[in-house]
């Protein structure tokens, strides 16, 4: 069976390379675009960045908590 392109180690060292490229563009792209922060923290480089990044990883964990939390037995719906 072919295996998807998800899957292939060639495939997935190029998502990482072009992932890590466009994150290290976005960050890059703060010396060139005037930000009008409404707080003194958004004022701080990258901070959009971080913030992104500390959000995603905030909702990682509150996602494996909802799971420990709503999980049920496997039998739950057997009569």
């Known amino acids: 069976m072919k ?3 998800f899957y292939r180690k060639s495939s997935i ?4 390379i072009g992932t890590i490229i ?3 563009l976005t960050v890059i792209a703060e010396f060139f675009v005037h930000l009008h922060p409404h707080f003194d923290i ?4 990258a901070f959009h960045a971080v913030y992104g990044f ?3 990883i905030a909702m ?3 996602a494996k908590l909802l799971g420990y939390l ?4 496997d039998d739950y ?3």
């Open 77 to 79: 719906y057997d009569v």
């Open 70 to 73: 709503i999980k049920r037995k």
């Open 60 to 62: 990682v964990l509150f």
């Open 13 to 16: 060292k190029k998502l990482w």
């Open 3 to 5: 295996q998807n392109w």
């Open 22 to 24: 466009v994150l290290a």
């Open 42 to 45: 958004e004022s701080y480089f």
């Open 54 to 56: 500390l959000a995603c």
